[in-house]
């Protein structure tokens, strides 16, 4: 594969890129730096790529590897949570309700782990649990189990956070 | 919560991330991986540094001829010790795989290597201190500025064996601090990375 094709293709799949980032990255810059990261790192595995799946399982688990492994700079940016909600605010021209329940959701997905927050993309992904459990190396058994867990432990967050309000 | 909405949502989300046109123009360097990796090379880098700068000492630090020939002979068996290390290093750095992480199995053979050198590196670092004391030794004993009489005394071990034990047991010790040091210096160098890469890896459990 060339470089436009793998570009190409990475641009019919930008999906996968931005939601592996907004939901591992708070902070704007932060997430830049990810997606930038995935795309190298994609590029570096292509590779190992034997069209055995399709590209955008593959594209899933490099993606989230990546994420995993990612080194954030929390350090210089105290105020993550501000600078996040001023720039949500600055380009929200889409539904409202929708806005109000993505907020709530990127809110709680923080209190995830970093193994959650892939299982439970996935999941909303529409991913299967044998796609999941291929994708980040568990038994679909362990996918079944940990999915209906961080499902409910969102909720619980979620709750606990419209209470608290 | 309904995830359907959630996905929606999601898919319809603003956003102001380009795919770039070429992939040379991504900077890359922001994984913990990564920072294993560099702090490695800067490793080798630094004990190459240490190592030109002990060969040189001569040059700046005249001895007299019978200290000069064995500090020439010790420093060549420290120099290959060393070189065999950095062969090591430079054959760990260069497998590390991090071009490869379609897989978390990935990321645990990337933690077992770095621990297991890690290990490795403690015990070669007893080992090399202890070696490298005898020509830091011959450096001092064998230099102009002492007399011929007590370099041929010490370099040549004409003092008794209690104080030759004590040596001994001096090197060692040295060799034993320098170990300890070395194990904080690691900790410092990769703990914090090697750390959060086995805490996601225990997520998975």
Redesign the interface.
Known sequence: MT?TE??DK??QH??I???V??IYCDHPED???????I???L???LK?FKHKSAFST?MY??AI??A??????DKKRPDNQVLSDQDARA?????DK??R??KQ?YGAVKYL????KALILL????LSGDEIAET???SANNVRVKTNRT?AK??NI?EAQNNEL | MNFDDIKKAMDDEPNDLNIPLSVKDIKSSHSAMKKIRKRLIIEILMGLVFIIYLIFIPMVNKMHDSAQVLYNLTMFNVIVIYFAWLLAAIRLVKGLGISDLTSRQAIEIFIIKIKAWIEICLYFSFGFMAAICVPVLIINFGSVRLSRYYTDKYLYLNFPLSQIILVLVGILMFAFLCTLLNKYIYNKMYGKQLGSLEKIISQFN
């Open positions: 470089e793998f570009l990475l641009e930008k999906g890129l931005l939601k980032s907004r997430r830049k730096d990810l997606f930038q990261e795309i190298c790192q590029w570096r595995s190992t593959w688990r490099v590897n990546t995993l492994v990612f080194h954030k700079n380009k929200a021209p889409y539904d929708h806005e329940q993505l959701f782990n970093e193994v959650e999941y909303i992904e529409g980040l190396g568990i499902k969102l909720q979620i």
